[in-house]
């Protein structure tokens, strides 16, 4: 019996026999040992490499004729690699343990550093636009984390620590599917999913910039007030509000693009957000449920009444 050490956490592995190998190729035979082991609760088949690590493109060839043979999830005990090794390994779905601090398993994704880290209060900006991607634009329930790449501007790694943050607040579960996806189910729906979600909630808006001018074609989200009046009854303000990433921000900055930048007053304020429009298209404005976020303490009876109007009416699409 062999043991391995996975995140701090040891697990016993039995050697398989050549009568349990049955259907490997010579290849596989002679590069890998082979053992049985059990993680969590799932059972596993894991291969050592008998030298060197194989490359991503191997693990993942080999992972799934090994699956397709035994039907048990395939995992590699790999020697330590750069972290954009391990990267390509789970952008192949691959699963691995890379000594005593790394794995990506069935049950987790997991580094040294994602361990260290305490269970959420609030949400991350990535976390807070899956909920909100969620709400608004298209319901993401029953996905997993590779299927969210394709809707979400986020990393497979992003979003699979989003919905960390999102399990750490219980807004949502992690639910196996099969023993090699994980999907996420949410704790309620529309807006008792919303009201649940308020202590957790952060304001998108990191800073606001004033200036007098942009010599920019580009057109940005409206954002502030003069959404609020997009959504509402009320008259927009004269002056252009509008928002943008920290990334845009700097690059309009070093380019001189922005006349007379200042903090406090001018004919174009700047919203510089924690996080990308909500939406699967271009919009001209922000999302309703952002924006409420970014006015929640203004004190005027006006803002209030129309915020408050804005949920009521908001069709949720979960």
Same mark, same amino acid.
């Given at each position: 019996?062999?043991?391995?050490?996975?995140?701090?956490?040891?697990?016993?592995?039995?050697?398989?026999?050549?009568?349990?190998?049955?259907?490997?190729?010579?290849?596989?035979?002679?590069?890998?040992?082979?053992?049985?082991? &059990?993680?969590?609760?799932?059972?596993?088949?894991?291969?050592?490499?008998?030298?060197?690590?194989?490359?991503?493109?191997?693990?993942?060839?080999?992972?799934?004729?090994?699956?397709?043979?035994?039907?048990?999830?395939?995992?590699?005990?790999?020697?330590?690699?750069?972290?954009?090794?391990?990267?390509? /390994?789970?952008?192949?779905?691959?699963?691995?343990?890379?000594?005593?601090?790394?794995?990506?398993?069935?049950?987790?994704?997991?580094?040294?550093?994602?361990? #260290?880290?305490?269970?959420?209060?609030? /949400?991350?900006?990535?976390?807070?636009?899956? /909920?909100?991607?969620?709400?608004?634009?298209?319901?993401?329930?029953?996905?997993?984390?590779?299927?969210?790449?394709?809707?979400?501007?986020?990393?497979?790694?992003?979003?699979?620590?989003?919905?960390?943050?999102?399990?750490?607040?219980?807004?949502?579960?992690?639910?196996?599917?099969?023993?090699?996806?994980?999907?996420?189910?949410?704790?309620?729906?529309?807006?008792?999913?919303?009201?649940?979600?308020?202590?957790?909630?952060?304001?998108?808006?990191?800073?606001?910039?004033?200036?007098?001018?942009?010599?920019?074609?580009?057109?940005?989200?409206?954002?502030?007030?003069?959404?609020?009046?997009?959504?509402?009854? /009320?008259?927009?303000?004269?002056?252009?509000?509008?928002?943008?990433? #920290?990334?845009?921000?700097?690059?309009?900055?070093?380019?001189?693009?922005?006349?007379?930048?200042?903090?406090?007053?001018?004919?174009?304020?700047?919203?510089?957000?924690?996080?990308?429009?909500?939406?699967?298209?271009?919009?001209?404005?922000?999302?309703?449920?952002?924006?409420?976020?970014?006015?929640? #303490?203004?004190?005027?009876?006006?803002?209030?009444?129309?915020?408050?109007?804005?949920?009521?009416?908001? &069709?949720?699409?979960?």
């Amino acid at each position: 019996m062999v043991k391995l050490q996975i995140l701090g956490r040891s697990i016993n592995l039995l050697h398989r026999s050549k009568q349990q190998l049955k259907g490997i190729s010579i290849g596989d035979s002679l590069s890998y040992n082979f053992y049985d082991g &059990e993680y969590a609760g799932v059972p596993l088949l894991l291969l050592e490499p008998k030298n060197v690590n194989p490359t991503p493109r191997d693990c993942a060839i080999t992972s799934n004729r090994l699956f397709d043979l035994f039907g048990l999830p395939v995992v590699f005990i790999l020697k330590s690699a750069p972290s954009y090794e391990r990267q390509r /390994l789970i952008d192949k779905n691959v699963f691995f343990v890379m000594g005593e601090k790394f794995a990506c398993l069935p049950t987790l994704i997991a580094n040294e550093r994602i361990r #260290k880290t305490k269970p959420a209060k609030r /949400l991350t900006p990535v976390a807070q636009y899956i /909920l909100l991607y969620h709400l608004q634009v298209e319901t993401l329930e029953g996905l997993s984390a590779r299927e969210m790449t394709n809707k979400l501007p986020y990393s497979y790694e992003s979003i699979t620590l989003g919905i960390t943050c999102l399990e750490d607040l219980q807004l949502c579960e992690k639910i196996v599917k099969d023993s090699r996806t994980k999907i996420i189910h949410f704790v309620a729906k529309g807006r008792d999913l919303w009201e649940k979600a308020q202590s957790g909630l952060i304001n998108p808006v990191d800073k606001r910039i004033y200036c007098d001018g942009m010599d920019s074609s580009k057109q940005y989200c409206k954002c502030s007030i003069n959404a609020l009046a997009h959504y509402s009854r /009320l008259n927009p303000d004269p002056f252009q509000m509008i928002m943008m990433s #920290k990334k845009e921000f700097k690059s309009l900055e070093d380019a001189n693009l922005l006349r007379n930048i200042n903090e406090f007053d001018g004919n174009v304020m700047i919203e510089i957000w924690k996080y990308p429009v909500v939406s699967n298209c271009e919009q001209e404005w922000v999302d309703k449920l952002s924006l409420v976020l970014t006015l929640k #303490k203004d004190d005027d009876a006006r803002v209030e009444n129309e915020i408050e109007q804005i949920i009521n009416e908001l &069709e949720w699409k979960d």
